[in-house]
């Protein structure tokens, strides 16, 4: 094992505070990383990492240690970067975590249109509704809404509003009838999100009046919103859901909007495409975030209820961002 990749898993267990976790990230296995830390400290001569059965911390030279290994390894993505930039693809995998409340009609064409223009790299991509570390779960990369993000050392790039709505079966509206008002609401079946994900009050704004808050108790919670829309589609009550998830059923009239004179507020619905803060990015998670930008925002402000038109083929002359990783944003995870 060289220095080079020792270093890294010494910095990933820093990261990570755990020789497990380190491994599941880095795709190898746990007695290689035990290795690794073993063949840093018995060519320092010195401990590195304290153990014990619960947890680990740095020692005095492991803090010292891993500054210093963050500036080397900084140094050498930059110019791996650089090269890359310049003289070849980008390459290698590509972990991205996105909110579950974009359709996989949007996500799986923007996958698909960046891998047409870079082969090279393989997207691992994992669909989520709860908080996400992206430093400690090892991703590159994330697609997601504001109240998933809990960590401040990120790098934050808008990308829109993903609107919450209030859906139903017609043949839904037709035994309970079309809701006047938010309250109304209250005394039909819903289904729903559970409350350690999304809380069940609900701020329903009138486009000419004040707003109003209803608490609303699902026959049915399951911790997934595509879940939630194939129940809603099966009639067993309504439920309020991002409109990029449904835009398709309304069109074709599976589904139809309820209040349609009401909006939802919730700012937390905002869209970003967030990466852990560091000065340089490898060229593979420049270039989807800069891709994903592009596309997702131009979805998302227009409104499209076709996503996978929008992302059929990529653009002609696409060019990236600056290689300074400030310029752009997102969460991917790469090694």
């Known amino acids: 094992m060289n220095q080079i990749h020792a270093m890294r898993v010494f910095v990933r267990v820093a990261d990570t505070e755990s020789f497990r976790r380190a491994a599941q990230q880095l795709d190898v296995s746990n007695a290689l990383v035990t290795r690794a830390i073993a063949m840093l400290e018995a060519h320092l001569r010195t401990r590195l990492i304290n153990r014990t059965t619960r ?39 590509l972990r991205v975590v996105a909110s579950s409340a974009l359709s996989l009609l949007t996500l799986t064409p923007l996958i698909d249109g960046f891998r047409k223009l870079y082969p090279k790299v393989n997207v691992r991509l994992t669909l989520a509704e709860r908080h996400v570390d992206l430093v400690e779960d090892g991703y590159d990369v994330g697609i997601v809404a504001a109240f998933m993000v809990t960590s401040t050392a990120l790098v934050e790039r808008p990308i829109g509003v993903n609107p919450l709505i209030p859906v139903a079966t017609p043949e839904f509206v037709a035994e309970y009838g079309m809701p006047a008002a938010p309250s109304d609401l209250q005394t039909m079946p819903s289904v729903g999100l559970p409350n350690d994900i999304r809380s069940s009050s609900w701020h329903f704004r009138h486009r000419h009046g004040p707003s109003e ?38 069109n ?19 869209l970003s495409i967030v990466y852990p803060g560091r000065q340089y990015l490898p060229a593979k998670t420049r270039f989807f975030i800069d891709y994903a930008l592009e596309k997702l925002t131009k979805e998302i402000n227009t409104g499209t209820s076709k996503p996978d038109e929008i992302f059929r083929q990529p653009p002609t002359g696409f060019q990236p961002a600056a290689a300074n990783g400030g310029a752009v944003a997102g969460a991917v995870r790469t090694h």
């Open 55 to 93: 947890n680990l911390s740095l020692t005095e030279a492991g803090t010292r240690y891993l500054e210093g290994c963050r500036a080397l390894l900084e140094e050498l993505d930059h110019l791996e970067s650089a090269v890359t930039h310049t003289e070849g693809e980008p390459s290698g995998t």
């Open 213 to 250: 808050q209803v608490t609303l108790t699902p026959v049915y919670s399951v911790n997934s919103a595509l879940m939630v829309r194939l129940a809603t589609l099966r009639g067993m009550g309504f439920s309020v859901l991002p409109e990029g998830i449904v835009a398709n059923d309304l």
């Open 252 to 270: 074709d009239g599976t589904l139809v909007r309820l209040l349609p004179e009401y909006s939802v507020d919730d700012p937390e619905m905002k």
